[in-house]
């Protein structure tokens, strides 16, 4: 029989995780970019929040801006309105009473007429008619 002895180690080595550099580098360089990850997150993180933030202001003012346009659309209409009542007959005619007014009907020179000739080829029956001039009077 042979009897070997061995010896038996209690604590072991410090082993060194990458070649030559120390576990202090390793450690910093780890602190390091956690750091960086850690601000690059803050600033996404700040960024989204500002563009929330935008959002919410943006849909404020277009709120904002519905109901001013809401408000241009029924003023608009009640213009429309008002310019029918105000263009009818019956009102020209009170207007015209009110203010006495001396109407005359026009000289023959203030009379204008313009003709409007269209000249296309012709391609139907229909359009044959369409050649005969268009006359507008002032009347």
Do not use: C
């Not at 990458?18 to 390091?32: A, E, H, Q």
């Not at 009170?94 to 005359?104: F, R, V």
């Amino acid at each position: 029989m042979n009897l070997q002895t061995r010896e038996i180690r209690l604590h072991r080595p410090v082993k060194k995780t990458s070649g030559n550099k120390p576990v202090g580098v390793i450690g910093l360089m780890t602190l390091f970019e956690m750091l960086v990850l850690g601000i690059v997150l803050f600033f996404i993180v700040n960024y989204r929040i500002s563009l929330k933030d935008d959002i919410g202001r943006m849909t404020r003012q277009a709120a904002v801006l519905k109901s001013e346009i809401d408000r241009y659309d029924r003023e608009i209409e009640n213009l429309k309105l008002r310019r029918e009542n105000l263009s009818r007959w019956a009102h020209i005619r009170s207007k015209i009473k009110q203010y006495n007014l001396p109407l005359a009907f026009p000289n023959p020179g203030q009379v204008k007429q313009v003709v409007i000739v269209r000249d296309l080829p012709a391609l139907s029956a229909a359009q044959d008619s369409m050649k005969e001039p268009l006359m507008v009077s002032q009347r």
